[in-house]
T-cell receptor, first 115, second 114 residues
């Protein structure tokens, strides 16, 4: 049973460029969340996708956008990259529930370096 | 606002020592969930435990145990007889009702030396 997979594992970009990160959720999961983890910090919630729509969003600018596909996989796009966007980007998946909180399964992340 | 504080930045112990990682949280929700995750050098966050705010029973799982005290808003994690493989960064996290969004602490780096 494959867990959450993310690609690429590492990426180097320059300021002003755009980047797309990809995530495939764990089998049986339909909800994908994205987190940004700066060096030495805890992960920060970016947004969550369910049924191909953004359902929740954290305190991130519009430069951060996403998409969810019918097969539940997801992309995170970041435009006009800044040096401060350098971080580990983690994808997490879960099953959507109405009443109880589901634990999240995380991928190994994409390490983005902006030069 | 919700907040999680892990005051211990880094802890170093020798193998077989017991170690406790502290976590203090703030929330106005009456129903909430607390989590511990482990992050080894590979980067993946590994789920360890989830507790809801109505269940204050302490839990033990092998060498791991958790002490949830609502009165002090704390959810501490103890590793008994630590092993080198326990070396990782440990995160405490909080979420509210009807949401998977996690609020993480800044993590505690645990180093276990042989």
């Amino acid at each position: 049973d494959a867990g959450v997979t993310q690609s690429p594992t590492h990426l180097i970009k320059t300021r002003g460029q755009q980047v797309t990160l990809r995530c495939s959720p764990k089998s049986g999961h339909d909800t994908v969340s994205w987190y940004q983890q700066a060096l030495g910090q805890g992960p920060q919630f970016i947004f969550q996708y369910y049924e191909e729509e953004e359902r929740q969003r954290g305190n991130f600018p519009d430069r951060f956008s996403g998409h969810q596909f019918p097969n539940y996989s997801s992309e995170l796009n970041v435009n006009a990259l800044l040096l401060g966007d350098s971080a580990l980007y983690l994808c997490a998946s879960s099953r959507r529930r109405q009443s109880t909180n589901e634990k999240l399964f995380f991928g190994s992340g994409t390490q983005l370096s902006v030069l | 606002a919700q907040k999680v504080t892990q005051a211990q930045t880094e802890i170093s112990v020798v193998e077989k020592e017991d170690v406790t990682l502290d976590c203090v949280y703030e929330t106005r929700d009456t129903t909430y969930y607390l989590f511990w995750y482990k992050q080894p050098p590979s980067g993946e966050l590994v789920f360890l435990i989830r507790r809801n705010s109505f269940d204050e029973q302490n839990e033990i799982s092998g060498r791991y145990s958790w002490n949830f005290q609502k009165s002090t808003s704390s959810f501490n994690f103890t590793i008994t007889a630590s092993q080198v493989v326990d070396s990782a960064v440990y995160f405490c996290a909080l979420s509210g009702t009807y949401t998977d969004k996690l609020i993480f602490g800044t993590g505690t780096r645990l180093q276990v030396f042989p």
